[in-house]
């Protein structure tokens, strides 16, 4: 199955930064300062941070001035898709005692989740 345009971005996700480990926000897709066009985003924000989360970029990244900002894959981060709605997974906190990182599809509604049990499937544990 494929992402469709109909899928929506969960606005009470958890999504990890992936590259500070902080918790991202929500962005609404009229916000000015997601730069994602019309599409819900996450966004660290910690510290000037500038990583987005939606769900067909997966994690990526702002570079550039605020009103013409460029999206930039982060390298080694997007590597699993969700097999129902094919968008990207994000990493979300792994509250159990398991080592390793849980990952979950970002759709509204969708409880698929892939439990990454060695460093390889997370570049930044």
Known sequence: ?????ADILGRHLRPLCSRD????K???SGSSSNNAGNQ????????GCSVRYNLVDGYYMLIGMPDHANPVDEPGVNT????RHGCWLYRRENVTAKPGALW???VEGCDYRY???TKGDWVRT
């Open 40 to 47: 819900a985003a996450y966004h660290c924000g910690f510290m």
């Open 26 to 28: 929500y962005e609404s």
């Open 1 to 5: 199955m494929t992402f469709a345009s």
């Open 80 to 83: 699993r898709t969700c097999p």
């Open 115 to 117: 439990q990454a049990n």
């Open 21 to 24: 480990n902080h918790a991202m």
């Open 104 to 106: 979950c599809c970002g």
